[in-house]
T-cell receptor
Framework: EPEVTQTPSHQVTQMGQEVILRCVPISNHLYFYWYRQILGQKVEFLVSFYNNEISEKSEIFDDQFSVERPDGSNFTLKIRSTKLEDSAMYFC?????????????FGEGSWLTVV | AQSVTQLGSHVSVSEGALVLLRCNYSSSVPPYLFWYVQYPNQGLQLLLKYTTGATLVKGINGFEAEFKKSETSFHLTKPSAHMSDAAEYFCAVNNAGGTSYGKLTFGQGTILTVHP
Protein backbone atom coordinates (compact mmCIF):
# COMPACT_ATOMS: atom_id res chain seq x y z
CA GLU A 1 0.00 0.00 0.00
CA PRO A 2 1.41 3.43 -0.89
CA GLU A 3 2.59 5.42 2.07
CA VAL A 4 4.06 8.73 3.07
CA THR A 5 7.67 8.38 4.15
CA GLN A 6 9.59 10.78 6.33
CA THR A 7 13.24 11.28 7.19
CA PRO A 8 14.84 11.49 9.63
CA SER A 9 12.79 9.57 12.15
CA HIS A 10 14.54 11.39 14.96
CA GLN A 11 16.81 14.43 14.99
CA VAL A 12 18.50 16.24 17.82
CA THR A 13 19.66 19.77 17.10
CA GLN A 14 21.14 22.71 18.93
CA MET A 15 18.97 25.73 19.54
CA GLY A 16 19.44 28.26 16.74
CA GLN A 17 20.40 25.67 14.15
CA GLU A 18 18.53 25.11 10.91
CA VAL A 19 16.65 21.87 10.44
CA ILE A 20 15.18 20.35 7.31
CA LEU A 21 12.63 17.58 7.63
CA ARG A 22 12.01 15.59 4.50
CA CYS A 23 8.99 13.78 3.19
CA VAL A 24 8.08 11.73 0.17
CA PRO A 25 4.31 11.96 -0.31
CA ILE A 26 2.26 9.28 -2.02
CA SER A 27 3.22 9.46 -5.67
CA ASN A 28 -0.08 10.53 -7.28
CA HIS A 29 -1.00 12.99 -4.56
CA LEU A 30 -0.97 16.71 -5.26
CA TYR A 31 -1.84 18.19 -1.85
CA PHE A 32 0.72 18.21 0.91
CA TYR A 33 0.64 19.10 4.58
CA TRP A 34 2.70 19.41 7.71
CA TYR A 35 1.31 18.89 11.17
CA ARG A 36 3.08 18.75 14.49
CA GLN A 37 2.43 17.32 17.94
CA ILE A 38 4.22 18.70 20.95
CA LEU A 39 4.55 16.05 23.64
CA GLY A 40 1.33 15.79 25.60
CA GLN A 41 -0.57 18.15 23.30
CA LYS A 42 -2.88 17.82 20.34
CA VAL A 43 -1.82 17.25 16.76
CA GLU A 44 -1.83 20.71 15.17
CA PHE A 45 -2.06 21.83 11.56
CA LEU A 46 0.91 23.83 10.31
CA VAL A 47 0.57 24.30 6.57
CA SER A 48 -1.00 23.03 3.38
CA PHE A 49 0.68 23.20 -0.02
CA TYR A 50 -0.61 22.78 -3.53
CA ASN A 51 0.67 23.66 -6.97
CA ASN A 52 3.97 24.87 -5.57
CA GLU A 53 2.51 27.37 -3.20
CA ILE A 54 1.12 27.52 0.32
CA SER A 55 -2.65 27.19 0.41
CA GLU A 56 -3.07 27.90 4.07
CA LYS A 57 -0.91 28.21 7.16
CA SER A 58 -1.62 28.37 10.84
CA GLU A 59 -0.47 31.06 13.23
CA ILE A 60 2.25 28.66 14.35
CA PHE A 61 3.80 28.74 10.88
CA ASP A 62 5.73 31.97 11.24
CA ASP A 63 8.72 33.28 9.29
CA GLN A 64 10.98 30.68 10.87
CA PHE A 65 9.20 27.99 8.91
CA SER A 66 9.21 27.34 5.19
CA VAL A 67 8.12 24.53 2.91
CA GLU A 68 9.37 23.50 -0.47
CA ARG A 69 8.85 20.88 -3.12
CA PRO A 70 12.36 20.84 -4.55
CA ASP A 71 11.67 18.12 -7.08
CA GLY A 72 8.87 15.87 -8.24
CA SER A 73 8.94 13.61 -5.24
CA ASN A 74 10.13 15.38 -2.09
CA PHE A 75 8.39 17.85 0.19
CA THR A 76 10.40 19.55 2.90
CA LEU A 77 9.83 21.57 6.04
CA LYS A 78 12.62 23.92 7.05
CA ILE A 79 12.93 25.54 10.44
CA ARG A 80 15.44 28.32 10.04
CA SER A 81 16.53 28.92 13.62
CA THR A 82 15.20 26.31 16.00
CA LYS A 83 13.88 27.13 19.43
CA LEU A 84 13.34 24.85 22.40
CA GLU A 85 9.59 25.05 21.85
CA ASP A 86 9.98 23.62 18.35
CA SER A 87 10.64 20.22 19.93
CA ALA A 88 7.80 18.06 18.66
CA MET A 89 6.80 15.22 16.37
CA TYR A 90 6.33 16.58 12.87
CA PHE A 91 3.96 14.71 10.58
CA CYS A 92 3.99 15.05 6.83
CA UNK A 93 0.77 14.17 5.03
CA UNK A 94 -0.69 14.13 1.55
CA UNK A 95 -3.98 13.71 -0.25
CA UNK A 96 -5.11 13.26 -3.83
CA UNK A 97 -7.89 15.83 -3.67
CA UNK A 98 -8.39 19.21 -2.09
CA UNK A 99 -11.71 19.05 -0.27
CA UNK A 100 -12.44 18.92 3.41
CA UNK A 101 -13.86 15.40 3.45
CA UNK A 102 -10.97 13.80 1.63
CA UNK A 103 -8.72 11.32 3.35
CA UNK A 104 -5.37 12.72 4.42
CA UNK A 105 -2.56 10.16 4.62
CA PHE A 106 0.07 10.68 7.29
CA GLY A 107 3.66 9.60 7.55
CA GLU A 108 5.22 8.07 10.65
CA GLY A 109 6.57 11.37 11.83
CA SER A 110 9.94 12.97 12.48
CA TRP A 111 10.72 13.53 16.11
CA LEU A 112 12.66 16.77 16.56
CA THR A 113 14.43 17.50 19.82
CA VAL A 114 15.93 20.95 20.25
CA VAL A 115 18.52 21.23 23.03
CA ALA B 1 -14.14 27.79 14.56
CA GLN B 2 -14.09 24.07 15.13
CA SER B 3 -12.93 21.99 18.07
CA VAL B 4 -12.87 18.39 19.23
CA THR B 5 -13.03 16.94 22.70
CA GLN B 6 -12.21 13.33 23.44
CA LEU B 7 -13.46 12.23 26.84
CA GLY B 8 -10.86 10.12 28.58
CA SER B 9 -7.20 10.27 27.72
CA HIS B 10 -6.86 6.59 28.71
CA VAL B 11 -9.37 3.79 28.28
CA SER B 12 -8.72 0.26 29.46
CA VAL B 13 -10.81 -2.76 28.45
CA SER B 14 -10.54 -6.50 28.65
CA GLU B 15 -10.04 -8.57 25.52
CA GLY B 16 -13.47 -9.36 24.10
CA ALA B 17 -15.17 -6.41 25.78
CA LEU B 18 -16.89 -3.51 24.10
CA VAL B 19 -14.69 -0.60 23.10
CA LEU B 20 -16.25 2.86 23.35
CA LEU B 21 -14.15 5.95 22.67
CA ARG B 22 -15.98 9.24 22.96
CA CYS B 23 -15.67 12.25 20.72
CA ASN B 24 -17.64 15.48 20.76
CA TYR B 25 -17.12 18.31 18.34
CA SER B 26 -18.14 21.87 17.87
CA SER B 27 -18.64 23.30 14.44
CA SER B 28 -20.54 26.21 12.99
CA VAL B 29 -21.31 24.29 9.81
CA PRO B 30 -21.93 20.62 9.03
CA PRO B 31 -18.71 18.79 9.80
CA TYR B 32 -16.65 16.12 8.22
CA LEU B 33 -15.51 13.76 10.97
CA PHE B 34 -12.60 11.36 11.13
CA TRP B 35 -11.10 8.76 13.42
CA TYR B 36 -7.40 8.02 13.08
CA VAL B 37 -5.38 5.37 14.91
CA GLN B 38 -1.69 5.44 15.73
CA TYR B 39 0.04 2.20 16.58
CA PRO B 40 3.42 2.38 18.32
CA ASN B 41 6.12 3.76 16.04
CA GLN B 42 3.73 4.22 13.17
CA GLY B 43 1.95 7.13 11.53
CA LEU B 44 -1.67 8.16 11.80
CA GLN B 45 -3.91 5.75 9.90
CA LEU B 46 -7.49 6.49 8.94
CA LEU B 47 -9.98 4.18 10.64
CA LEU B 48 -13.13 5.71 9.23
CA LYS B 49 -14.76 8.97 8.29
CA TYR B 50 -18.15 10.60 7.97
CA THR B 51 -18.81 13.04 5.16
CA THR B 52 -22.45 12.74 4.10
CA GLY B 53 -25.17 10.10 3.93
CA ALA B 54 -25.55 7.26 6.38
CA THR B 55 -24.73 8.38 9.90
CA LEU B 56 -23.40 4.98 10.96
CA VAL B 57 -20.00 4.56 9.42
CA LYS B 58 -18.03 1.33 9.31
CA GLY B 59 -14.29 1.33 9.18
CA ILE B 60 -11.36 -1.01 9.23
CA ASN B 61 -10.64 -3.65 11.87
CA GLY B 62 -14.30 -3.91 12.94
CA PHE B 63 -14.65 -0.35 14.18
CA GLU B 64 -17.64 1.83 13.55
CA ALA B 65 -18.83 5.28 14.55
CA GLU B 66 -22.15 7.07 14.53
CA PHE B 67 -22.59 10.72 13.70
CA LYS B 68 -25.23 12.23 15.99
CA LYS B 69 -25.86 15.80 15.03
CA SER B 70 -28.20 16.49 17.96
CA GLU B 71 -25.51 15.40 20.41
CA THR B 72 -22.57 16.78 18.36
CA SER B 73 -20.91 13.41 18.84
CA PHE B 74 -19.00 10.89 16.79
CA HIS B 75 -18.20 8.07 19.23
CA LEU B 76 -16.09 5.13 18.09
CA THR B 77 -17.10 1.60 19.00
CA LYS B 78 -16.02 -1.96 18.48
CA PRO B 79 -18.10 -4.86 19.85
CA SER B 80 -15.18 -7.03 20.91
CA ALA B 81 -11.71 -5.73 21.69
CA HIS B 82 -8.62 -7.52 20.50
CA MET B 83 -5.13 -7.20 21.88
CA SER B 84 -4.02 -5.73 18.56
CA ASP B 85 -6.41 -2.78 19.07
CA ALA B 86 -4.07 -1.30 21.67
CA ALA B 87 -3.09 2.07 20.23
CA GLU B 88 -3.83 5.77 20.44
CA TYR B 89 -7.00 6.96 18.76
CA PHE B 90 -7.61 10.46 17.47
CA CYS B 91 -10.88 12.08 16.53
CA ALA B 92 -10.68 14.96 14.05
CA VAL B 93 -13.03 17.40 12.36
CA ASN B 94 -12.86 19.47 9.24
CA ASN B 95 -15.61 21.75 8.09
CA ALA B 96 -13.77 24.39 6.18
CA GLY B 97 -14.01 25.00 2.50
CA GLY B 98 -11.87 26.87 0.09
CA THR B 99 -8.20 26.65 0.84
CA SER B 100 -8.73 25.18 4.33
CA TYR B 101 -9.42 21.71 3.01
CA GLY B 102 -6.42 20.15 4.77
CA LYS B 103 -6.90 21.80 8.11
CA LEU B 104 -7.95 18.97 10.37
CA THR B 105 -8.62 19.84 13.99
CA PHE B 106 -7.71 16.97 16.29
CA GLY B 107 -8.80 15.90 19.72
CA GLN B 108 -6.16 15.19 22.32
CA GLY B 109 -6.19 11.46 21.67
CA THR B 110 -7.26 8.44 23.70
CA ILE B 111 -4.85 5.66 24.54
CA LEU B 112 -6.62 2.32 24.44
CA THR B 113 -5.18 -0.49 26.54
CA VAL B 114 -6.49 -4.03 26.11
CA HIS B 115 -5.97 -6.52 28.93
CA PRO B 116 -5.90 -10.28 28.40
Amino acid sequence: EPEVTQTPSHQVTQMGQEVILRCVPISNHLYFYWYRQILGQKVEFLVSFYNNEISEKSEIFDDQFSVERPDGSNFTLKIRSTKLEDSAMYFCASSDQGWAGNTIYFGEGSWLTVV
Amino acid sequence: AQSVTQLGSHVSVSEGALVLLRCNYSSSVPPYLFWYVQYPNQGLQLLLKYTTGATLVKGINGFEAEFKKSETSFHLTKPSAHMSDAAEYFCAVNNAGGTSYGKLTFGQGTILTVHP
